[in-house]
C-alpha cells in the first residue's frame, strides 16, 4: 500500500463513519460534531458498536478514553473490550455510555486543589469532533477531563469553551457583512514542532538528560552552530529513516506530518503539520510528540522535546500558526479582494490587535514555565515581551487609517472601509520578521514563543478568549449603529490607535527594543515567577468568566498547578545536579588529579632535574577548580535543604528562582571549567561534542 492509501488507516474518520453508520446515526452525528448538539444515548451505542467492530477489526482489544490533564501530557486508563457472560464465557461490548463517559481513578492529577480528597475521581467525556484512532492495540477516544462539580481538570475542555465562545461572538460580527450562510467559525493552528535527535547510547549515559531532559552539565564544544551548516543541510541516513518512519506513524494516526528539515543548532530538527481545527492538532501535536519518540527510539535515537536541552545552543520552540475559518472555507485573517471582504479583514484584524494588546500578560502566562524561561528572551527566540509583527505593508495601511491620511496616493483622504480596496499584501513574506513573539504572515499569525514541549492548548485558549472577547465588544457596538459603514470606520480606527503601542516591526532581539517598550507602556515579564500572578488578576479573570472559558475557582487552580510544577522541576534539577556533582564530576577530578600528582612523583624519580612545572599548574588548576566546586556544592545542597513549603507557592517559586537557579549557575560554572581540564578517559559523561556530532 502507498502512504496515500495508509494516510488515516488507523482512524474512525468520516469516511469510516460513512461506510460504517447507519444513514441516520452518521447524520446524528454528524450535527453533534458541526453542530455542537449534544448526543442521543441510543445514537452513541449504535456509534460505539461500530467504532468497537471496527477496532477490532484492525486488531485492538482494549479501549481507553485518551485524555489531556494538567501535567501538560496525556493520559489513558486502558479496558479490554471482554465482559463476563456469568456461564464462564465472554462477549466483546463496548457501550454508549462507555464511548461517552468514562470514570478514570484520576486522583493523583494535578488540580491545584480543585478536587478535595473525598471527591477525588474525576471523569472524561468524549469529544466527538475529534476523531478515535488505534494506537498501540487499544482504541483511542480522545476525552475532556471535568470533576464532578463541572471543574476543568485537563487542557481540551477550555479550548472546547473558548472555541465556542468564539464561534458565537464571530457569527454575530459577520453577520454585519452578509454572510447568512456562515453556520460556524472556529480557528485553526499548525504548530511547528523543533525537536533534537541524539544517539540513546549517549542519552542513556546522561543522568540529567535522563530525569530533567536537559543537560546540567557539558561545556561549549568547539564548534556550535556558529557557521550556520546545519541549517537546512542534508539530512543524515540515520536521521532520514527515522523521518520516514515517523511521518508513517503520524499518516496511519491521521495527522498530516508535512515538511521536514534541520533547524538552525547541530543535531536539531522540525516538524510541521498541515493546518487544522484548533482542538484537533492540539491533539495531534500531542500525539506527535508521543510518536517521534517512540520512533527514535527504535531507531537507536532519543528525541529531546525539552526547550533547552543545551546551553549556549539554540532551544527549541513551537510555532503556532494561527488563524480563524468558517465552515464555508474563508480564512478571515486573509485580507480577500472586495472592499467588503477588506473591511471584514480589517475588522478581524483589529480584534487580534486588541485582544494582544489588552492580554499580553496572559499571553505571556501562557508560555511560561521553567523550560521555556530558557529561552525566552536569550536572543535566539521571542522576548518575553509580547508584541505584534504587522509588516510594513499592512503597517502603512493601518497608519493611513490611524491619522486618516492618504495612503500610497490614494485618491481620497483615508482609507473608507467597506468601500476603498487595500492593496495586494504578499502572502509569503520572504522578509519575515522571525524575531517578533506574534507575526502575521499574510493570512495567519504565527505565535512563535510556545516551548516545544508544552501542549499547544494554553496558549490557544487564552488567543481564542481573548479574540472572543474584542468581537463580543465590537458586536455589541456595532449592533446598535444606525448607519454600519460610518460606524465601523470609526470603530477600526478607534480601536487601531488605542492598541498600535504592541504593533513592532523592527528587530526584537535588540535592547533597544526593552527600552522602547517600557516607554510604550508594554509588559516586560521576564521569567514564569514574574508572569504567573497575571493570571489572577481582576482583568483576566474577569474575562474567562465573562466568557465561559473558567470560574475563578478552576483560575486559583491553575494558578497553583503552574507555581507548584516551577518549584517542582527546578527542585528536581537542583538535586540531579547535586548528586551528579558528588558521584561523577567530583570523582573523576579528584582521580585525574591523583593521576596527575603520581605523574609529577614518577617523573622526579626517575630524571630528578625534570621541570614537572606544566604539570604542577595543572594539579593546581585541578584544586583549585575541585575547591570552587565544592564550596558551590555546599551552597546548592543549602539552597535545596532551605526550601520552605511554609512560605506559600509565590514566595517558594521566587526562592526557587532567585536562589536555588543562582546555586545552580554556580555549580555548572565549575562542573564546566573541570570538563575542559580533566583528560577526556576520566570524565564520566558524554560531552556535548560527542553528543551533537555524532
Ligand atoms: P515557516 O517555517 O516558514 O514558518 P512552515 O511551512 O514550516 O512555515 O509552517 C507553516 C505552518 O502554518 C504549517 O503548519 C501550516 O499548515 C500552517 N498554516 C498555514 N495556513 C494556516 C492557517 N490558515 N491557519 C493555521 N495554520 C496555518
Ligand atoms: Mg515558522
Known amino acids: 500500500m502507498n502512504s496515500c492509501e495508509r494516510f488515516g488507516e488507523n482512524v474512525f474518520n468520516d469516511a469510516v463513519m460513512q461506510k460504517r453508520l447507519p444513514k441516520e446515526t452518521y447524520k446524528a452525528l454528524k450535527r453533534t460534531i ?59 461490548e463496548f457501550s454508549g455510555k462507555e464511548l461517552v463517559q468514562g470514570e478514570p481513578d484520576a486522583s493523583s492529577f494535578p488540580s491545584g486543589g480543585i478536587r478535595a480528597t473525598f471527591e477525588a475521581r474525576g471523569y472524561t467525556a468524549w469529544d466527538p469532533t475529534s476523531y478515535a484512532f488505534i494506537k498501540d492495540g487499544s482504541l483511542c477516544i480522545p476525552t475532556a477531563f471535568c470533576s464532578y462539580g463541572g471543574e476543568a481538570l485537563d487542557k481540551k475542555t477550555p479550548l472546547l469553551r473558548a472555541m465556542q465562545a468564539l464561534n458565537k461572538q464571530a457569527l454575530r460580527v459577520l453577520k454585519f457583512f452578509g454572510n447568512e450562510d456562515v453556520k460556524r467559525v472556529f480557528p485553526t493552528a499548525g504548530p511547528e514542532q523543533e525537536y533534537f535527535l541524539i544517539d540513546k547510547a549517549d542519552f542513556r549515559k546522561r543522568p540529567d538528560l535522563i530525569t530533567t531532559g536537559r543537560t546540567l552539565f557539558g561545556a561549549p564544544p568547539s564548534k556550535g552552530q556558529e557557521l550556520d551548516d546545519h541549517y537546512f543541510g542534508a539530512i543524515r541516513s540515520r536521521v532520514s529513516a527515522f523521518m520516514k518512519e515517523m511521518n508513517e506513524e503520524l499518516w496511519k494516526l491521521g495527522v498530516y ?89 480589517l475588522l478581524f484584524l483589529a480584534a487580534v490587535i486588541q485582544a494582544v494588546d489588552k492580554y499580553q500578560d496572559l499571553l505571556r502566562v501562557s508560555i511560561a514555565f521553567a523550560g521555556n524561561d530558557h529561552r525566552l ?31 500610497n496616493g490614494h485618491k481620497r483622504e483615508s482609507m473608507l472601509l467597506g468601500v476603498d480596496v487595500l492593496p495586494a499584501f504578499p502572502k ?10 506574534f507575526a502575521f504572515t499574510g493570512n495567519k499569525f504565527e505565535f512563535r514563543s510556545l516551548g516545544s514541549s508544552q501542549s499547544i492548548s494554553g496558549p490557544n485558549t487564552t488567543l481564542t478568549t481573548a479574540i472572543a472577547e474584542s468581537l463580543c465588544l465590537f458586536a455589541d457596538e456595532l449592533e446598535g449603529a444606525s448607519d454600519f459603514t460610518v460606524a465601523l470606520n470609526t470603530l477600526i ?20 527594543w526593552v527600552v522602547e517598550a517600557e516607554k510604550r507602556g508594554l509588559m516586560n515579564l521576564k521569567s514564569t515567577v514574574d508572569a504567573a500572578p497575571q ?42 545536579m547535586s548528586n551528579m556533582a558528588h558521584t561523577l564530576i567530583l570523582p573523576a577530578a579528584l582521580t585525574y588529579s591523583k593521576e596527575v600528582a603520581l605523574t609529577i612523583e614518577a617523573m622526579k624519580s626517575a630524571v630528578p632535574s625534570v621541570s614537572v612545572d606544566a604539570e604542577k599548574t595543572l594539579l593546581e588548576k585541578l584544586g583549585k577548580e575541585i575547591t570552587a566546586l565544592s564550596k558551590s556544592l555546599d551552597g546548592l545542597d543549602k539552597a535545596i535543604a532551605g526550601q520552605d513549603e511554609e512560605l506559600g507557592l509565590l514566595k517558594q517559586a521566587a526562592y526557587s528562582h532567585d536562589t536555588v537557579i543562582a546555586a545552580m549557575d554556580e555549580v555548572r560554572k565549575h562542573g564546566d571549567a573541570l570538563e575542559a581540564i580533566v583528560a577526556k578517559k576520566y570524565w564520566p559523561l558524554p560531552t556535548y561534542q560527542d553528543i551533537l556530532f555524532y
Not at 467492530?53 to 490533564?69: I, K, M, N, R, S
Open 34 to 92: 458541526e453542530g455542537g448538539q449534544s448526543l442521543d444515548p441510543e445514537i452513541a451505542g449504535v456509534v460505539a458498536n461500530a467504532m468497537k467492530d471496527w477496532a477490532l477489526e484492525l486488531g485492538a482489544t482494549h479501549y481507553t478514553h485518551w485524555f489531556q490533564p494538567m501535567t501538560g501530557i496525556t493520559a489513558e486508563k486502558h479496558d479490554s473490550f471482554i465482559k463476563p457472560r456469568g456461564d464462564g464465557s465472554v462477549i466483546l
Open 257 to 345: 506530518s508535512k515538511t521536514e528539515h534541520n533547524e538552525v543548532a547541530p543535531a536539531q530538527h522540525e516538524m510541521a503539520p498541515v493546518f487544522s481545527t484548533v482542538n484537533v492538532v492540539a491533539d495531534h501535536n500531542q500525539l506527535a510528540m508521543e510518536v517521534m519518540k517512540r520512533v527514535a527510539d527504535k531507531h537507536g535515537l532519543t528525541c529531546l522535546l525539552h526547550e533547552k536541552p543545551f546551553a549556549g545552543i539554540n532551544g527549541s520552540g513551537k510555532h503556532n500558526n494561527y488563524s480563524l475559518s468558517t465552515d464555508t472555507g474563508v480564512n478571515l485573517l486573509d485580507p480577500g479582494d472586495t472592499p467588503n471582504e477588506n473591511a471584514q479583514f
Open 377 to 407: 528572551g536569550a536572543n535566539e527566540a521571542p522576548p518575553a515581551i509580547i508584541s505584534v509583527f504587522l509588516g510594513d505593508e499592512l503597517t502603512a495601511v493601518i497608519d493611513s487609517i490611524v491619522s486618516e491620511s492618504a495612503y
Open 428 to 437: 509569503d513574506n520572504t522578509d519575515r520578521n522571525r524575531t517578533s513573539p
Open 493 to 512: 480606527r478607534r480601536v487601531l490607535k488605542e492598541h498600535k503601542r504592541i504593533v513592532f516591526n523592527g528587530n526584537n532581539y535588540d535592547p533597544a
Open 535 to 576: 493570571y489572577i488578576a481582576d482583568k483576566n479573570v474577569a474575562l474567562f468568566k465573562k466568557h465561559g472559558i473558567f470560574s475563578e475557582t478552576e483560575m486559583h487552580g491553575r494558578y497553583e498547578v503552574r507555581l507548584e510544577k516551577y518549584v517542582k522541576v527546578i527542585n528536581i534539577e537542583a538535586m540531579c
